[in-house]
T-cell receptor, first 114, second 110 residues
Framework: SAVISQKPSRDICQRGTSLTIQCQVD?????MFWYRQQPGQSLTLIAT?????????ESGFVIDKFPISRPNLTFSTLTVSNMSPEDSSIYLC???????????FGSGTRLTVV | GENVEQHPSTLSVQEGDSAVIKCTYS??????FPWYKQELGKGPQLIID???NVGEKKDQRIAVTLNKTAKHFSLHITETQPEDSAVYFC?????????WGAGTKLIIKP
């Protein structure tokens, strides 16, 4: 299965600033997903990122707050913009490897906004 | 849209005993059902999955069963060990998107 490198693993940020999270995959994948996970909670899909097209955002998430780049088939970034304490969470990237391999996740970015 | 319910939210079992976690889904068009294990500070890890054309799948101590008619699927862990302690999530796939259950915290008592 694919190996995902996600950076940074954790960060503490001041409110009003922005943080960009990077996700690097060791193989080419069509679909990449960005999730948010509050501590002790399930995963909530933020957006789906396909190479060469605009990301598709889920209800409650907007591009101005969570801009996503997908420049090629192995890399994506998620930016959390103009952060507030409510953005404190774990952010995870995931890839769909197609039939038989399921979805693989990065190790996550634990964000604390102070 | 699809909705996945997972029970129980917490499960405590004696080491060596079996653990069963159950999920139900609402959309009969869902066709792929993975189970993930998440340890503290890590991303979810796929442990087993099943497709809608299969009723049961087994991998060593873990197994998954699927009842399409009743729209429910279950994770079975036998001979539980301390390293099985984690949060387990079920999911159902609809149009390439994972719809997640709320998670089950599995505690293995020594």
């Amino acid at each position: 299965s694919a190996v995902i490198s996600q950076k940074p693993s954790r960060d503490i940020c001041q409110r009003g600033t922005s943080l960009t999270i990077q996700c690097q995959v060791d193989s080419q994948v069509t679909m990449m997903f960005w999730y948010r996970q509050q501590p002790g909670q399930s995963l909530t899909l933020i957006a789906t990122a396909n190479q060469g097209s605009e990301a598709t955002y889920e209800s409650g998430f907007v591009i101005d707050k969570f801009p996503i780049s997908r420049p090629n088939l192995t890399f994506s970034t998620l930016t959390v913009s103009n952060m507030s304490p409510e953005d404190s969470s774990i952010y995870l990237c995931s890839v769909d490897q197609g039939a038989g391999y399921g979805y693989t996740f990065g190790s996550g970015t634990r964000l604390t906004v102070v | 849209g699809e909705n996945v319910e997972q029970h129980p939210s917490t499960l405590s079992v004696q080491e060596g005993d079996s653990a069963v976690i159950k999920c139900t889904y609402s959309d009969s068009a869902s066709n792929y059902f993975p189970w993930y294990k998440q340890e503290l500070g890590k991303g979810p890890q796929l442990i087993i999955d099943i497709r809608s054309n299969v009723g049961e799948k087994k991998d060593q101590r873990i197994a998954v069963t699927l009842n399409k008619t009743a729209k429910h699927f279950s994770l079975h862990i036998t001979e539980t060990q301390p390293e099985d302690s984690a949060v387990y999530f079920c999911a159902a796939t609809l149009n390439y998107q994972l719809i997640w259950g709320a998670g089950t915290k599995l505690i293995i008592k020594p």
